[in-house]
T-cell receptor, first 111, second 115 residues
């Protein structure tokens, strides 16, 4: 049974810092890994999707890496801004169509 | 392009009552998924429709939950009778292709509180 763990559970940083969020999964047989963002009271917004054959994906100030063999992914946020404050969720697709989520990392970027 | 919409946004009911949640996927998305997040836990998969057919319902907790997608458009999730442990946020998502290759687009969720 696939399990996804995210560390840390919460993170508070001052504006401008670079930061790394971590995600690990127990079964390396995945199709892809996604990072989502969730704002309070809102749905999930997909940030980056990394296929199992890829090592990383970049979008603006975000960079996600994937090491499938070790069951790890990191989300790197450069030059953090208060608008980056949200909960970040990692999810893997290891079955036919379903996502397995971690509990998320709650990020607070203070001005 | 309109996103995934869910109705209602909040629902408060008493134990033993019935509640029906609705999800309208993005137009043209054959794949529709239901997920649930209970307090303090991770988001968990409930079931997956391809058009009007249930592709995978392995995550449905018990037979008090009934999901339908008549005509392959919107979907409903009925809980009857509701129990206290059913409280949580129910998310719907849709995608054009399967999750193995395509991003799922999530709705804002329905927060269900069972008293």
């Amino acid at each position: 049974k696939q399990e996804v763990t995210q560390i840390p559970a919460a993170l508070s940083v001052p504006e401008g810092e670079n930061l790394v969020l971590n995600c690990s999964f127990t079964d390396s047989a995945i199709y892809n890994l996604q990072w989502f963002r969730q704002d309070p009271g809102k749905g999930l917004t997909s940030l980056l999707l990394i296929q199992s054959s890829q090592r990383e994906q970049t979008s603006g100030r975000l960079n996600a890496s994937l090491d499938k063999s070790s069951g790890r992914s990191t989300l790197y946020i450069a030059a953090s801004q208060p608008g980056d404050s949200a909960t970040y969720l990692c999810a893997v697709t290891s079955g036919y169509s379903t996502l397995t989520f971690g509990k998320g990392t709650m990020l607070l970027v203070s001005p | 392009e309109a996103g995934v919409t869910q109705f209602p946004s909040h629902s408060v009911i008493e134990k033993g009552q019935t509640v029906t949640l609705r999800c309208d996927p993005i137009s043209g998305h054959d794949n529709l998924y239901w997920y649930r997040r209970v307090m303090g836990k991770e988001i968990k998969f409930l079931l997956h429709f391809v058009k009007e057919s249930k592709q995978d319902e392995s995550g449905m907790p018990n037979n008090r939950f009934l999901a339908e997608r008549t005509g392959g458009t919107y979907s409903t999730l009925k809980v009857q009778p509701a129990e206290l442990e059913d409280s949580g946020v129910y998310f719907c998502a849709s995608s054009r292709q399967l999750a193995s290759t395509d991003t799922q687009y999530f709705g804002p969720g329905t927060r269900l509180t069972v008293l």
